[in-house]
């Protein structure tokens, strides 16, 4: 349906819109009159944590919203189509929004594995939307699919065609989705969380793939996601949402330099920090108070932090202090002693059977753990960290190798004596869904470790126990009865916190254990694993792809690459001297986030920008 055309050169209009959904519980405003625009060629960035709305904006623009239980109740979504001319996309028929999505507006969506079929491959999949769009047959289809892959940088486009999506990397995975979006040239991309659980130089390659495809084609973009040093990479202007409004918009500079929402001093201070050494990071509610359904109220006393740069002031760690932490670890016993550690898998067999070949996953790895120490585990995904964690664990046998905890030497351990010592050796795992049971509560799912090691007296205690941990990790005694698909991959990853916690373990392996948390909740949990390590005197292997959340956690660093350790250090050293070249991309792909970095950025789009007002 056309509407008066706008001579304001934007591509998209959004003009109080409103999403709702209906549920047993109520109405949820989950899209609460929201309005932006955007323009040819320009990059708009939305930010805020999960349940802000940002992502059910994104839905609401491709008319993906399923009624019931949410629909579009009001506003209008004015899209400026080069081939129909200005139309009002809420007004549209099913059959009529089908010809515009996927062909003039495209979705990278969150989760490329979940959003690709798995019975198909990656080939079919991107040639199925040409074909449905485009007057191409199959063998042109074919021939535009594969260019699509040399586009987004796959490596052997060819191989990946005929690939599924189980076969092919993460990274590879969100390349294909990217591909998939831009195969019929549209005029609006969204991006939606594009770059999550990402490792940073493949999320580096993702956002300057993006910034490319925007300036040589000029699409418009809208990227969505929690990560501000992110945003500050990629896009022109951002609009912060929090609980279905917008809260603050304008260009990235005047949000980065000059925020006004308390909300968006919040997400701003809440980021571990690359140029120095915070003793806590700040959290939201340090800037803002809100009532128990998050809504903000007004106090009488002031909030703890006025400004961003205050919040830092007060809570960053100078050198000697840096120093005199370093020294007194040295002089702690070892907690745990590494050993030559050799984990294999084999890859290949004869005819008969015999093993020809095998990946050294974990590559002849020695290292020490001082008690009350933090070691940082980083490098992309395949370096080998995670299958070091749990070979540690014994999770997985190791081929060779030695694993001493307290001077006891791991292997020797068997039947009861290794499920005791695993009371004192946890793991908090990557994928909080796959550790939960789908079929007890969250509640059960914490006490049952308690009762098998018999922790407290009764179930009574337990319970008491349990409820006093999911406060602990920023959930609430009410969803004691709750299941795993009823909360957030942020919620659950807090769930296996607050269950790895209710047996006092000693040490802990965290394995990406906030890499789905929202930055405000990672502030929070990360600050709550080291509040933890001080008065229990934890000691911690910190598994993360994300560096600049290693090095607020990590006394020492240990980088690896391809199963063997690429070198060691203190988190101050591996950050501003790195000594080998595999350290230095790590570092240099991290998002900085800063003035100085921001500015760099806009200046080279200078020859690309169009006017943007905030």
Known sequence: MSVKSSDKGYILEVNNLKTYFHTESGQVKAVDDVSFNLRKGETVGIVGESGS??????????????????????????????????????????????KIRGNEISMVFQEPMSSLNPVFTCGDQVMETILLHQKVNKQQAKQITIDLFNQVRLPRPEAIFNSYPHQISGGQKQRVMI????????????????????????????????????????????FITHDLGVIAEIADRVIVMYRGKIVEQGTVWDIFSDPKHPYTKGLLACRPRLDMKMRVLPVVSDFMHTDALGNMTEKAQSPTYSSVGEAILLNFIDEDEIKERQEKLL???????????????????????????????????????????????????????????????????????????????????????????????????????????????????????????????????RKERVIELLETVSLRADHFSRYPHEFSGGQRQRICIARTLALNPKFIICDESVSALDVSVQAQVLNLLNDLKEKFNFTYIFISHDLSVVKFMADRIIVMNKGKIEEIGYAEDIYTNPKTAYTQALVNAIPKGDLDEIRKIQMKRRKFRIPVAS
């Open 53 to 98: 709305g940002k992502s059910v904006t994104s839905l609401s623009l491709m008319r993906l919203i399923k009624n019931p239980p949410g629909k579009i109740v009001g506003g209008e979504i004015i899209f400026h189509s080069p081939t129909h001319g200005a139309i009002d996309l809420t007004k549209l028929s099913d059959k009529e929004m089908r």
């Open 179 to 222: 591909a998939m979006a831009l195969s019929c040239n549209p005029s609006v991309l969204i991006a939606d969380e594009p770059t999550t659980a990402l490792d940073v130089t493949v999320q580096a390659t993702i956002l300057e793939l993006l910034r490319d495809l925007r300036d040589q084609h000029g699409t418009s973009i809208v």
């Open 331 to 461: 002089l702690q016993p070892p907690v745990l002693q590494v050993k030559n550690l050799k984990v294999s898998f084999p890859i290949s067999k004869n005819f008969f059977g015999k093993v020809k070949d095998y990946v050294h996953a974990v590559d002849d790895v020695s290292f020490d753990v001082f008690l009350g120490e933090t070691v940082g585990l980083v490098g992309e995904s395949g370096c080998g960290k995670t299958t070091l964690g749990r070979s540690i664990l014994r999770l997985i046998e190791p081929t060779s190798g030695d694993v001493y905890f307290e001077n006891r030497k791991i292997s020797d351990y068997t039947g009861e004596s290794i499920r005791q010592l695993r009371k004192e050796l946890q793991i908090i795992f990557q994928d909080p869904y796959s550790s939960l049971n789908p079929r007890i509560t969250i509640g059960e799912a914490i006490m049952e470790p308690m009762r098998i090691h018999k922790v407290l007296s009764n179930d009574k205690a």
